[in-house]
């Protein structure tokens, strides 16, 4: 890895990073693809407290380059899936977010985990198709009262 880049475990001081970088994503990247409504929805329940809670039953990782945050992702081991993975849409195209799945990886062989499961954004099908997973399904998250589609990903190790 790049001298300037770092992958660690993610801390509570990291959380208003993390949460600038996930409302960023959602508004900037993703709403190229996705209705202004679901967008809203989506973004709503993206605070301070819901991502604390989420690192109790989960594991957080941050990407920093030069010692700024520019990504985050979010698995869990006992689940084998990717929740997400999120690159600041200032630096995204630069292979960051390739390099942050590879480090996710080997903690899933780690863990001797055999599959990988995650639900793909449209926009980042192609992303995970590149990394070896195949899409298995489509798939809606449901919001309040909008939906998100998504698909079903697959990866075996
Ligand atoms: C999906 C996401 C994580 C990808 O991260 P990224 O850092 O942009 O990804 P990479 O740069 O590693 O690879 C993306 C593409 O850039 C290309 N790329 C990599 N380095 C490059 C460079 N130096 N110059 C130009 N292109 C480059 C890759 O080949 C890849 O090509 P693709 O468009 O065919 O997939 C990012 O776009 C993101 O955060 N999106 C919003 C959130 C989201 O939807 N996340 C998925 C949730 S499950």
């Known amino acids: 890895m790049k001298k300037d880049i770092k992958i660690r475990k993610a801390k509570e001081i990291d959380i208003e990073d993390i949460e600038r970088i996930h409302k960023s994503c959602i508004q900037k990247t993703n709403a190229k693809?996705?209705?202004q409504k679901v967008i809203g929805e989506w973004?709503?329940?993206i605070n301070f407290q819901n991502i604390k809670k989420q690192f109790e039953s989960t594991k957080?990782?941050?990407l920093e380059k030069d010692n700024k945050i520019v990504g985050f992702a979010q698995i869990a081991l006992d689940d084998d899936s990717i929740y997400q993975i999120n690159i600041d849409t200032e630096y995204q195209k630069q292979g960051l977010g390739?390099?942050?799945y590879k480090f996710l990886e080997k903690e899933f062989?780690?863990?001797n985990t055999e599959k990988i499961n995650l639900n793909s954004t449209l926009n980042a099908i192609d992303f995970y198709k590149q990394l070896g997973f195949k899409e298995i399904k489509p798939i809606?998250?449901?919001l309040?009262?909008?939906e998100?589609?998504?698909v079903k990903m697959e990866k075996l190790l």
Do not use: C, H, R, S
């Open 33 to 35: 693809i996705y209705d």
């Open 148 to 150: 998100v589609k998504m």
């Open 140 to 142: 809606k998250l449901k």
């Open 43 to 45: 973004i709503e329940p």
């Open 98 to 100: 390739v390099l942050l």
């Open 60 to 62: 957080w990782f941050v």
């Open 109 to 111: 062989k780690k863990n």
């Open 144 to 146: 309040k009262t909008q």
